[in-house]
């Protein structure tokens, strides 16, 4: 079973949820560590009652006094922790896709990683909040075998049955026979495949490349792909193979070497932090040296660390 780090809190009550975020925020100055401890203190579904409550109690948007007290990544992760999760992946990706060029990490990151249903989830809120569709928009961004690629994934009809021995030898065979055996690559094959089989299918395929050419499939996407097709293929390979290490690695890159990606850190650590972020905190540890909070507590400063840690909860 996934370990989340926030679960909903035992003993709650919105209406006292609401009066301690009231007094937080009431007066001169915020008591941003007592904001923090409230919101992280919650699971996402009370932190929605919470922001209907809120206003009948007090007749305006909980939301806006928020970031009418706080701001930068600070009020980031705040609000980040209010949106619901589909929401809060769509508007990711609308940011990502806005305006001159594409953030394409974030594309790549929250559509090889999301399932059937929160892909699903994901295109409504989409076309509620932007008014076109998902598919419309990354078209309107995107060309190409990158284009092809995610309007696949866009989809969210990745196949959900067991692992098949036969199919799995036969699309390694299609897989190799598409790329490495040949001159060029007939990408069409590897995005119909990858967009389509169960993450077990895809698994037992790798096991089977394994065998033919002596090697993973990654290498294969390394050597016959490029740019975005290949990091998107590559993204769907770490998912299908561990996805909590898939995360684990996304945190790393946005806090190694100079600078930090506050955008990537704090996405996820929010969207994963009510399904598996205590998986991820652990492979973190094991692969990189150092808990994830002590790699927070060194990058990041100020009340934005400390909301970081609130969700992270070490």
């Not at 998986?279 to 002590?294: H, P, S, V």
Request: net charge negative.
């Amino acid at each position: 079973m996934p370990t989340p780090t926030v679960t909903p809190k035992p003993g709650f009550s919105a209406e006292e949820e609401c009066q301690a975020l009231r007094k937080a925020m009431k007066g001169f100055g915020t008591d941003e560590k007592a904001l923090i401890n409230c919101v992280t203190g919650m699971s996402n579904s009370q932190r929605q009652e919470v922001a209907v409550v809120y206003k009948t109690m007090f007749g305006k948007d909980l939301i806006e006094d928020i970031k009418s007290e706080i701001s930068g990544d600070f009020e980031d992760t705040i609000v980040a922790l209010f949106l619901k999760p589909a929401f809060y992946d769509a508007k990711c990706l609308n940011k990502a896709m806005k305006g001159l060029g594409t953030d394409d990490r974030v594309l790549v990151e929250i559509m090889c990683s999301r399932n059937n249903s929160e892909i699903a989830a994901i295109k409504e809120a989409y076309k509620k909040e932007y008014k076109q569709t998902l598919e419309e928009a990354i078209k309107g961004d995107t060309s190409g075998d990158y284009e092809r690629l995610l309007v696949s994934l866009c989809q969210g009809a990745r196949e959900e049955k067991p692992a098949d021995a036969a199919l799995a030898a036969a699309d390694a065979q299609k897989l190799y026979e598409a790329g490495e055996k040949t001159t060029g690559t007939d990408e069409s094959t590897f995005n119909y495949i990858m967009a389509l089989r169960s993450y077990d299918q895809l698994r037992a395929t790798f096991r089977e490349y394994k065998k033919i050419t002596g090697h993973e499939f990654l290498k294969a996407i390394q050597k016959e792909c490029s740019g975005n097709v290949e990091r998107t293929l590559a993204g769907v390979f770490k998912v299908a193979i561990d996805p909590v290490m898939f995360f684990a690695d996304c945190l790393h890159k946005s806090m190694a070497g100079a600078g930090t990606d506050e955008d990537r850190l704090i996405r996820v650590v929010v969207s994963r932090s009510e399904i598996d972020l205590g998986d991820i905190k652990e492979a973190f540890r094991g692969a990189y040296g150092g808990t994830l909070a002590k790699w927070i507590r060194d990058d990041v400063r100020g009340d934005f660390r400390r909301a970081l840690l609130g969700v992270v909860k070490e």
